[in-house]
């Protein structure tokens, strides 16, 4: 259930396990209704917009999302969202079974949210932050206290640099914030450096010559090249030490130039032996599909239920013969996928297996026929 949120002033389905398809016009609010569904998952949803511009214009100010859910781990009802007097703030208000979290990452314990989005097109080519963030939402479907790290090591960085740019020279300050530092960025790297163990091995069960190349994944960045070189705790000294050390050079920067905020996720065509960003469109579309598919059946296997997938405008680089086969891999997961589309026959082949749905700018039906 949607209140206030983006093209829709209120708003209810009834969604069916397995595959659920939104077709209509671009524009028509079928992303809107994938970006809800991202909120049931920690972080500011797969398009990672202010809370303000999130809520429907012309409303009062916040926007609200209600979810119940069926799964492995029981049933249970989530709302999330923003009150209007606070639509302005950074956080957001998480409720389940009517009480209030603790944070949003309690919301973990009952589903796992991954996405797929045409802007993540040229992951491959973009900013490294976009593929620390795809990799960073890998791994907390899978280890749910690496968002919490995450947030203390941005926060403490940001107060190092805070630091640095007002160009303080309190030893002990900086000792401090070093030591956090050192201990969350040491943690992240070791989970991303897990991820990419556990997902590559995933990734080898593939076929071969499936319709989705295997992909090969490698870490790039000091703290995860020295993961397994060392004891946890002689690194996060390595990494104390060179924070306290490269003080000077990063307040001539204005900001800290060490640390897993400067790692990046480097992915190769296997069967081409080619670097990703070299790929064509289509290749490297392939690649990223097969990535998060192999993800989804590790996600499976280790969190014990499949996370929900959200695929939005997934059919626009694929051939038909490579539909079809994702929309087979999707029903072998025994997960529920969220897809988008502008016409239902890209998703013809689903017929009788997925719940097709008409959206029309604020509105939601039925597909004649389904």
């Known amino acids: 259930m949607l209140t206030d949120f983006r093209n829709y002033t209120s708003l209810a389905l009834d969604l069916r396990p397995g595959p659920v398809v939104f077709t209509g016009d671009n524009g028509a609010g079928k992303t809107n209704l994938l970006e809800a569904i991202s909120f049931l998952t920690p972080g500011r949803g797969l398009r990672r917009a202010p809370y303000p511009d999130v809520a429907r214009e012309g409303s009062a100010g916040g926007f609200a999302v209600h979810a119940g859910i069926e799964g492995p781990f029981g049933d249970v009802e989530i709302g999330t969202g923003t ?35 045409p802007s993540m097109d040229a992951l491959f080519t973009g900013p490294t932050g976009d593929r620390r963030r795809f990799l ?129 996720l480097v992915v190769r065509h296997r069967p081409k032996s080619m670097p990703a960003e070299l790929c064509s469109t289509g290749e490297q579309k392939a690649l990223l599909v097969g990535i998060v598919i192999s993800h989804a059946r590790l996600t499976g296997e280790m969190a014990g239920a499949a996370p929900i997938l959200l695929l939005d405008e997934i059919a626009a680089h694929l051939d038909a013969g490579r539909r079809a ?23 013809s082949s689903l017929a009788g297996r997925a719940q ?6 604020g509105s939601v039906r039925a597909t004649e026929g389904d």
Not at 83 to 103: D, F
Not at 325 to 346: H, R, S, V, Y
Not at 356 to 361: A, G, I
């Open 136 to 264: 960073d939402r890998l791994v907390l479907a899978i280890d749910p206290a690496h968002g919490q790290r995450a947030l203390d090591y941005e926060k403490a960085m940001r107060g190092r640099n805070r630091l640095l740019a007002e160009d303080r020279r309190d030893n002990a300050w900086f000792d401090a914030i070093e030591i956090q530092m050192a201990e969350t960025g040491a943690a992240i790297a070791a989970a991303r450096v897990e991820m990419v163990r556990l997902l590559t091995a995933m990734i080898g069960r593939m076929p071969e010559t499936g319709p989705f190349p295997q992909a090969e994944l490698a870490l790039s960045g000091t703290l995860e090249q020295s993961i397994g070189n060392m004891p946890a705790v002689e690194l996060e000294e390595r990494f104390r030490q060179a924070l306290a050390g490269g003080r000077e050079r990063d307040r001539a920067a204005g900001r800290t130039l060490e640390g897993p905020h400067r790692s990046d």
């Open 356 to 361: 097709f749905l008409t959206v029309d700018h």
């Open 83 to 117: 009150a209007p007097e606070a639509a302005g703030e950074a956080g957001r208000r998480v409720r389940i079974n009517g009480a209030n979290a603790r944070s949003a990452d309690d919301m973990l314990e009952w589903l796992r949210v991954v996405w797929l989005t």
């Open 325 to 347: 086969a994702l929309f087979e891999i999707l029903e072998d997961l025994n997960c529920q996928a969220f897809m988008t589309g502008t016409e239902p026959a890209l998703f």
